[in-house]
């Protein structure tokens, strides 16, 4: 009897041991990261144009630095890779550069941007708020629509670009995106102005801050 008594109670002994080790095991196992749903970004921001050419003596053409206003959309694949789509919109003034005289304002410009791409961001902690770091990369194109003298023409070009930027939650949904992009690429001369003349490869950085509105 007694050797029944001590049988069952290792028996007993065991199966609590194993059924606290299995409530452990759960507990302890870490969760899956959620893959977010799709979101928006409407901005606004400071655009810096590069040289458009560099003429003889040290004279130049470009485009003035000046506000820059636009949209990005979000479509996650993962929990830390998206497909994002962005336009964006400037009106900076064309400029001539001469050394020592400084430049002089002689037409505008209207400049639409627009590029797809990916987004790769770190992980931000599950369950908590905390802000988002990623970079970007895409490609896509600049349309200038170019005034000087009471002409008007119109020029493309293709535009690869890079970004880095970090979301920072205000709410569940809601967040403050803040975002460094450079557009790289070359003005079509030919096309604007009818001169055959290659224009130099020049980086346009747009710094932005807007809102993300996710889904």
Do not use: C, W
Not at 80 to 88: D, I, K, Q, T, Y
Request: proline share 5%.
């Amino acid at each position: 009897m007694n050797r029944q008594l001590v049988l069952a109670a290792v028996i007993g002994a065991l199966a609590l041991g194993a059924s606290s080790a299995e409530a452990q095991r759960r507990t302890t196992r870490l969760p899956v990261a959620a893959v977010p749903g799709p979101s928006i970004s409407p901005y606004a921001g400071y655009m810096m144009f590069g040289d458009i050419i560099d003429g003889p003596l040290g004279t130049s053409l470009t485009s003035s630095s000046g506000s820059v206003f636009g949209i990005q959309g979000n479509l996650p694949l993962g929990s830390v890779l998206s497909v994002v789509g962005n336009v964006a919109y400037s009106e900076p003034d064309l400029r001539f550069g001469v050394p020592i005289l400084g430049g002089v304002t002689f037409g505008k410009s209207q400049v639409l941007m627009y590029d797809a791409g990916l987004q790769l961001s770190a992980p931000s902690g599950i369950g908590q708020r905390t802000i988002t770091p990623f970079v970007q990369v895409g490609a896509g194109g600049m349309k200038y629509d170019v005034e000087t003298a009471g002409i008007k023409r119109s020029a493309s070009n293709l535009a690869f670009n890079a970004g880095v930027g970090v979301d920072v939650p205000l709410a569940q949904n809601i967040g403050v995106r803040l975002f460094a992009k450079d557009y790289v690429g070359k003005f079509d001369v030919k096309e604007a102005a009818g001169i055959d003349y290659d224009a130099k490869t020049s980086h346009n950085i747009a710094l932005s801050a807007g809102l993300k509105l996710q889904f």
